[in-house]
């Protein structure tokens, strides 16, 4: 009973940190004409749910497609929180879905994710019509969105990895998974504390993944300061969405990860 209060606990007060942050970032507009930056456009779907970054070179590029990552929230969380995340990735050369789900941690609103670019790629009118590569999907969350993000996997088997960042993840959950998985902790992560959700995932996880905390990160890190995690985030989706060896290497012992000093605690398996 003490875990589950524990547990609920957390969930309830990250959301209320995340509340807090959407205040100031909600009235920012969801638009493709109001967020057309570094090359990558946001569209907000209203009637699905679905806000979707993507390389401008999608529209021009008849020939090419691109890779899918589904995002999911943190508690009580917006999307608004997470552009700096998202566009990242997007200007990296992928279609990043994130949906309003602001309790997303079954997983099934990134599952939804899929559904939606799924029928947006068959549909001769939309803007993604042939583009998604839908052969390499990835998933990635925040806090519980982190949650929902190894459920989906565990569930899905159009998932075929994971970066999850200080997600409250069940250890029942992380050893059912199949595909390499990223646990992205903070060092100073109060609200989800490494040592009590995130490295025991770790080491429930039976596959291919690695661990890493960010020293002196505190929970909503990742939407404050994005670039300190998309870095490695675009690396693991290169490493295991497009078959990419040099991006592999980045976190295997000895790569650029485990020698990294803004990181602590490394540790890697089933490289």
Aim: include cysteine.
């Amino acid at each position: 009973m003490k875990q589950i209060k524990k547990k609920l606990f957390s969930a309830l007060f990250a959301g209320m940190l995340c509340t807090a942050f959407v205040q100031g970032a909600a009235a920012a507009p969801v638009s493709a004409a109001s967020y057309n930056s570094g090359g990558v456009i946001c569209d907000d779907w209203l009637s699905e749910g679905q806000i979707v970054f993507y390389p401008e070179s999608l529209l021009v590029q008849d020939e090419a497609t691109y890779p899918v990552i589904v995002w999911a929230n943190g508690t009580m969380c917006a999307p608004a929180l997470y552009y700096g995340l998202l566009s990242g990735l997007a200007e990296h050369g992928y279609i990043v879905i994130a949906n309003r789900e602001l309790f997303a941690g079954n997983g099934n609103a990134q599952r939804a994710s899929i559904d939606f670019i799924t029928a947006e790629n068959a549909d001769a009118d939309s803007v993604f019509y042939g583009k998604a590569d839908l052969e390499h999907i990835g998933a990635a969350g925040h806090s519980q969105g982190g949650m929902s993000a190894v459920k989906a996997a565990a569930a899905d088997a159009r998932i075929d990895c994971v970066f999850t960042i200080a997600g409250n993840v069940q250890t029942g959950s992380a050893a059912q998974l199949t595909v390499p998985t990223f646990y992205a902790a903070g060092s100073s992560d109060w609200i989800v504390p490494a040592s009590l959700y995130v490295k025991p995932a770790y080491n429930a996880t039976n596959c291919t993944a690695v661990y890493a905390s960010l020293k002196n990160a505190g929970h909503t890190k990742c939407c404050t300061s994005p670039g300190s995690y998309t870095g490695y985030m675009n690396a693991w989706f290169d490493a295991y969405l497009l078959d990419d060896a040099d991006a592999a290497q980045v976190f295997a012992p000895g790569g650029a990860l485990s020698r990294d000093r803004s990181w602590t605690g490394y540790a890697a398996k089933n490289l």
